[in-house]
């Protein structure tokens, strides 16, 4: 969620007077607003400084109108600059003063730019929290432009999960909101941007000719920035669509000046979420020197952000390019990395819950919401933990899962193992048969793993990522495991899905890596991870097909079964 799309700076909050009236105050406020509105446009610290003094005059006349609105504009200014304590400390006091005043669109936009704020550490269920929160303020209110802000981003939201029928559904009503305000600057921008996200879930759902069409309203819209749209939503929408077309000269040609606007880029808030989808872009149709090109400029924005959610996004596609170019070492560096931030982050979200918690009760706020919508928050977060593919754990769960189960097996000395399995030629697989049936593959294999799953609660697996996937036995011993992954590999032979590409069998087989051993003191986790991929590298070197179970890092995997 950008600050353009959520409207901070093109929001146009001061288009409608009646909303922002200074009338009744004197001159010097309203000078004062009007500076700080003039300021906005170009931020900075003479901005910041403007609104502080907006602040001052506020508190010194007890005024929560003046408050409420400087108060917010200044928390704007701290979500760009990623300080999320003086962000916090902002809301907090714009919220106060905007109910106090009953202005309605700005308490809106507040719990917007919270769930911004939480979305953007990783944090789903807060950030759907404060958007559905707003969501009852706007239709309470009569805010329809705010509403649209708000339910953009909730569609959004939902194309991060895949679940692409409920992000059309969400982005079709900020669309039919945004046509109302086609002819200003800032709703023809937020009107171009949901058109952008539509036609990326058109070319889900397969659907090039809908796609074709959204992309040509952007261009009725306007073809620069000065037109109001955010070119690297349309360019990588573009790109896209000419790949489906077969237009590979002109998809690369876009592809470049993606490139371009990435290594001019000074700060990656603004669009994250578009430049992980072009880096998935990018790995999809294997454009390796390509990823080279940008993926150092983007580690220093990345860094500078501070935001483990952020690092952690580009880290997952860095292991993709890593695993798919044959660079083990720094495969398994990434992964390491990884499983490390997925603890600072669980930690981070504690942080983030308690902020938001807290600011709750200060607030003594009691709100009822519809059922349709604590039904509907739900459910989204239960998908926040699941691999939308296949319905299986994703890293979120795997990395909470994994350290609580090794806790509990260091602690009551239990056998404690780690599977890694992939799919034997899966390159090849894809080449083949295309993305589509390599999906329907991984799918079916996911089927067999929840019924793993449901059939014993000592086992736990999730998706790793690619045609990986990850196993935990509890308390078993080798003969156990053995059995049971003996039977996964015979279940997913005895599904008899062809494969041409494969050089050990005419159907699609596994190859399974193990460790399984009681966790010591001196142990980690990712000790277990780290053998258990051992395992697995040693299988597919000597023979595919197979399994191979250890018990430490230093064992040679000599015995590998059949």
């Known amino acids: 969620m950008r600050e353009q799309k959520i409207g901070q700076p093109r929001d146009g909050l001061l288009r409608r007077n009646k909303r922002m009236d200074f009338t009744n105050y004197g001159k010097e406020i309203q000078a004062q607003a009007e500076e700080m509105m003039e300021l906005r446009y170009e931020r900075g610290e003479p901005y910041m400084e403007s609104c502080r003094r907006l602040v001052d005059?506020?508190?010194?006349?007890?005024?929560?109108?003046?408050?409420?609105?400087?108060?917010?504009?200044?928390?704007?200014?701290?979500?760009c600059l990623n300080d999320h304590q003086n962000l916090m400390l902002c809301l907090a006091e714009s919220i106060v003063n905007q109910r106090k005043a009953s202005q309605w669109d700005l308490l809106i936009r507040s719990h917007n730019v919270m769930g911004i704020d939480a979305f953007n550490r990783g944090n789903t269920t807060v950030a759907l929290d404060q958007y559905i929160t707003a969501l009852s303020y706007g239709e309470k209110y009569d805010c329809p432009y705010e509403t649209a802000l708000v339910t953009s981003n909730i569609g959004r939201l939902y194309m991060g999960f895949g679940e692409v029928d409920s992000a059309i559904r969400y982005l079709k009503k900020a669309r039919n909101i945004?046509?109302?305000?086609?002819?200003?600057?800032?709703?023809?921008?937020?009107?171009?941007?949901?058109?952008?996200?539509?036609?990326?879930?058109?070319?889900?759902?397969?659907?090039?000719?809908?796609?074709?069409?959204?992309?040509?309203?952007?261009?009725?819209?306007?073809?620069?920035?000065?037109?109001?749209?955010?070119?690297?939503?349309?360019?990588?929408?573009?790109?896209?669509?000419r790949h489906a077309q077969g237009s590979l000269k002109e998809?690369?040609?876009?592809?470049?000046?993606?490139?371009?606007?990435?290594?001019?880029?000074?700060?990656?808030?603004?669009?994250?979420?578009?430049?992980f989808d072009f880096l998935d872009f990018l790995l999809e149709i294997e454009k390796y020197q390509e990823l080279e090109r940008i993926f150092p400029g983007l580690e220093i924005?990345?860094?500078?952000?501070?935001?483990?959610?952020?690092?952690?996004?580009?880290?997952?596609?860095?292991?993709?390019?890593?695993?798919?170019?044959?660079?083990?070492?720094?495969?398994?560096?990434?992964?390491?990395?990884l499983y490390e931030d997925g603890k600072i982050l669980k930690e981070e979200n504690v942080g983030v819950i308690h902020h938001s918690t807290r600011l709750r009760f200060?607030?003594?706020?009691?709100?009822?919401?519809?059922?349709?919508?604590?039904?509907?928050?739900?459910?989204?977060?239960?998908?926040?933990?699941?691999?939308?593919?296949?319905?299986?754990?994703?890293?979120?769960?795997?990395?909470d899962?994994?350290?609580?189960?090794?806790?509990?097996?260091?602690?009551?000395?239990?056998?404690?193992?780690?599977?890694?399995?992939d799919v034997d030629y899966f390159k090849q697989y894809n080449d083949t048969y295309g993305h589509q049936?390599?999906?329907?593959?991984?799918?079916?294999?996911?089927?067999?793993?929840?019924?793993?799953?449901?059939?014993?609660?000592?086992?736990?697996?999730?998706?790793?990522?690619?045609?990986?996937?990850?196993?935990?036995?509890?308390?078993k011993t080798d003969k156990e495991i053995l059995t049971l992954a003996g039977e996964l590999r015979q279940r997913i032979s005895e599904l008899k899905i062809e494969h041409k590409g494969s050089q050990?069998?005419?159907?699609?087989?596994?190859?399974?890596?193990?460790?399984?051993?009681?966790?010591?003191?001196?142990?980690?986790?990712?000790?277990?991870?780290?053998?258990?991929?051992g395992a697995l590298y040693n299988v597919k070197r000597k023979q595919k097909n197979s399994i191979c179970l250890i018990h430490k890092i230093e064992d040679n995997a000599e015995s590998v079964i059949l």
Not at 251 to 272: A, F, G, T
Not at 310 to 332: D, F, P, S
Not at 375 to 398: F, I, V
């Open 57 to 79: 005059i506020g508190k010194e006349k007890s005024d929560p109108y003046l408050l409420g609105f400087a108060y917010y504009y200044l928390a704007e200014s701290y979500l």
């Open 301 to 337: 924005l990345v860094k500078e952000t501070g935001i483990t959610n952020l690092r952690m996004e580009l880290l997952r596609r860095q292991a993709e390019y890593y695993r798919n170019t044959g660079q083990r070492e720094k495969y398994l560096e990434s992964c390491a990395s």
């Open 178 to 241: 945004f046509l109302n305000y086609r002819q200003e600057f800032f709703g023809r921008g937020n009107l171009a941007n949901t058109y952008a996200a539509l036609g990326r879930c058109s070319l889900f759902q397969k659907n090039l000719e809908e796609a074709v069409e959204y992309e040509e309203k952007i261009r009725e819209i306007g073809e620069t920035e000065e037109s109001g749209i955010d070119l690297f939503m349309a360019l990588g929408l573009s790109a896209r669509i």
């Open 362 to 399: 200060s607030l003594k706020e009691a709100r009822l919401k519809e059922e349709t919508l604590i039904k509907e928050k739900k459910e989204l977060q239960e998908r926040s933990e699941k691999d939308a593919l296949t319905g299986l754990p994703n890293r979120y769960k795997l990395n």
């Open 504 to 533: 050990v069998s005419e159907y699609v087989t596994v190859s399974q890596g193990i460790r399984n051993s009681v966790p010591t003191h001196q142990n980690r986790m990712w000790d277990f991870l780290y053998a258990a991929d």
């Open 437 to 475: 049936a390599g999906d329907n593959c991984l799918q079916k294999i996911g089927a067999i793993l929840k019924e793993l799953m449901e059939r014993d609660r000592d086992i736990f697996c999730a998706r790793y990522g690619g045609d990986e996937f990850i196993i935990i036995y509890y308390g």
């Open 251 to 275: 998809r690369d040609r876009y592809i470049e000046h993606l490139i371009q606007k990435l290594e001019n880029l000074q700060i990656i808030m603004d669009s994250h979420e578009d430049i």
């Open 401 to 421: 899962f994994a350290g609580k189960i090794f806790d509990k097996a260091s602690e009551n000395q239990e056998c404690l193992s780690i599977e890694i399995f």
